[in-house]
């Protein structure tokens, strides 16, 4: 009972936080400067704007135009996008459902994500065990300062030189463009995988992977320095257990609850820093899309990407809260106390 008590309060909060984020964005889309009649028709007179602009309620008043976009079906009305509904709304210039500009972006931006995400971890795992084991060494202080040193660049610095270095001068790697991958299929059967997929993703990866490194080396690296101090780490040690399994079997387990806690959370720094990384390599994900919906003043569009990217940033940190349970059983106790 008092897990499914835990798993209720956990869906209550996400709808809660998805609901906020709902009439956030479409507060905030709307203080956007520029009108989108005027976009979608630049050489079009006041009144076709006006009437393009009551054809896609824009005229109507803010709350009108929210619990529209919602689709409660209380008071909805012609014209609404139907949220509720599983209606994420149309692309005003094209008139093309936005729920199938998303089929097509989101496995490219949830695949980069993926990759940026195992690569950072494969680095900062063992590079956080290695700097915790020789705490205050010269090894320690080489790797810290040169892990803090790509963070402290920013990503499309990075981007920039990785494109121009390994793309344009060495030509080792593609520097723009897309190739389906794995997950393309899962959404859009008109696509199938290729081999040339992970060239074209190298240099975005390496770009998103690279300043994650550090943050999470640094976190892996102060949990387990206090971890190798415990009692049942002496234990080990008197008993004579490898320094290896020490290492990787008692004490890296009960260190990575705050490691996981931020790879969570850090999906939403990872999608946020995809715009751009997509964006310069020329990569059709979710970043691109919100980028030219925000040029064009896209207002439905914009909201239904930044909605489904909320709903994914808040699952996955729901996943991650049970996690816990798996890698520590003292949470699990107490939780079951409660």
Known sequence: ??????????????????????????????????????????????????????????????????????????????????????????????????????????????????????????????????????????????????????????????????????????????????????LDPLFDSARTPSVEHLKYMVLPVITLAVGQVAIYMRLLRSDMIATLQENFITMAKAKGVPNRRILFRHALRPSSLTLLTVAGLNVGTLIGGAIVVEVIFGIPGMGTQIATAIAAREYVELQSYIFVLAFIFVLINFVVDFCYILLDPRIRRARADA
Do not use: C, H
């Open 1 to 182: 009972m008092a897990a499914l008590r835990l798993i209720a309060r956990r869906f209550l909060q996400l709808a809660v936080v998805l609901l906020l984020v709902t009439f956030f964005t479409f507060s905030l889309v709307r203080l956007l400067p520029g009108d989108p009649a005027k976009t979608i028709i630049p050489f079009g007179s006041d009144q076709q704007r006006a009437a393009l602009a009551k054809d896609l309620g824009l005229d109507k008043p803010f709350l009108q135009q929210y619990v529209n976009y919602l689709g409660i079906p209380v008071i909805k009305s012609e014209g609404t996008t139907g949220l509720l509904q599983g209606n994420l709304g149309r692309k005003y210039s094209t008139n093309q459902p936005v729920g199938e500009l998303i089929k097509q972006s989101l496995p490219v931006s949830i695949q980069l994500v993926i990759y940026a995400q195992l690569v950072a971890l494969a680095l900062a795992i063992p590079l956080g065990v290695l700097t915790a084991y020789r705490a205050g060494t010269r090894t320690d202080r080489a790797v810290n300062t040169t892990a803090f040193g790509f963070l402290a660049l920013p990503n499309f610095v990075l981007a920039l030189l990785l494109s121009y270095v390994i793309g344009a001068r060495l030509k080792w790697l593609p520097t723009a463009g897309y190739e389906p991958g794995w």
